[in-house]
């Protein structure tokens, strides 16, 4: 093996962890050229998931492992949200345990290679923008190892985001916190999510930070989101309820029919299933 590769490897181990993965794009900008990959291939020294995609061994390959790829190392703005953030902090004893979709927030797309791998979950992606505009844009995501780049600490809470430890090495998870989730899972209605399961999640926060709430609340687009958090919210009489301040936050005007045939909630001026009683 000539002097030369021996040092490229080395440098590879270096910038690429074990079991993380890069596309084609990335390995070129760092002089790795289409002759190399596939060298180191056909040696083992890297493995190939799915076109344009590699990855030094180490395992099998995890859906955990693809995200935090895209989050530290490829650049990507996407953040796990939704029902899959909620889940990842706990309260997935609240929601069915069918599904095996992962959703993942951001301004942008994420690359298409994504429906290409090896894994068993699907990736569902959804533009953070109509909710909560560009606010992703100036995020700091927390660096692979700690010091090593920005810490995020503080805009990541800002935007109603935080950093899960995964794995041997405690990678950075970047996801929605519940209060950032919630109303991301919400907007799911009425076509992706069921009211009922909604109802039952919405009762077992508890312990939502009503701060982080407000801010969010002010800052989300959508009116149909705000009017259905309140709605929840009234149901459950949750204690951090009180803290909201909701004349800060936009409600709109007029009324909103998002189930046919249901039931007209006055004070929101929107439409449930009949199913959803008064009380709850």
């Known amino acids: 093996m000539s002097e030369q590769i021996t040092g490229k490897l080395k440098q590879l181990e270096r910038l690429l962890p074990e079991g993380l993965l890069v596309d084609s794009a990335w390995l ?5 050229y289409a002759s190399l990959r596939t060298k180191y291939v056909a040696s083992g020294w890297l ?3 799915a076109r344009r995609v ?18 530290t190392l490829l650049g990507h703005r996407l953040v796990v949200g939704g029902r899959s953030a909620l889940e990842l902090q706990g309260y997935a004893h ?12 951001g301004p942008t797309k994420p690359p298409n290679w994504l429906a290409a791998l090896p894994l068993k979950e699907e990736f569902v992606y959804r533009n953070s923008t109509p909710l909560f505009g560009s606010d992703l844009d100036d995020v700091d995501f927390p660096p692979l190892v700690p010091g090593a780049g920005k810490e995020g600490d503080r805009p990541l809470q800002e935007a109603g985001l935080r950093s899960l430890a995964w794995g041997q090495w405690d990678w950075p998870l970047t996801v929605s916190a519940p209060e950032r989730a919630i109303l991301e899972l919400l907007d799911e ?15 077992g926060l508890s312990d939502l930070a009503p701060r982080r709430l407000q801010k969010l609340l002010v800052r989300c687009r959508s009116v149909k989101v705000k009017r259905l958090f309140f709605f929840f919210a009234d149901r459950h009489r949750h204690a951090w309820l009180k803290h909201i301040e909701r004349a800060a936050i936009d409600l709109g005007s007029g009324k909103r029919m998002l189930v046919k045939e249901g039931r007209y909630d006055p ?10 009683d008064e009380a709850p």
Do not use: C, N
Not at 189 to 203: G, T
């Open 28 to 32: 070129t900008a760092r002089d790795y």
């Open 47 to 49: 493995e190939q998931p």
């Open 54 to 71: 590699y990855r030094r061994p180490r395992g099998q390959l995890s859906w955990q492992q693809v995200i935090i790829s895209l989050q």
């Open 94 to 105: 609240y929601v069915s345990q069918g599904s095996s979709k992962v959703y993942l927030h």
């Open 189 to 203: 209605l009425p076509d992706h999510e069921s009211f009922h399961q909604v109802d039952v999640l919405m009762e």
């Open 267 to 276: 004070v929101y001026q929107i439409t449930v299933p009949k199913e959803l």
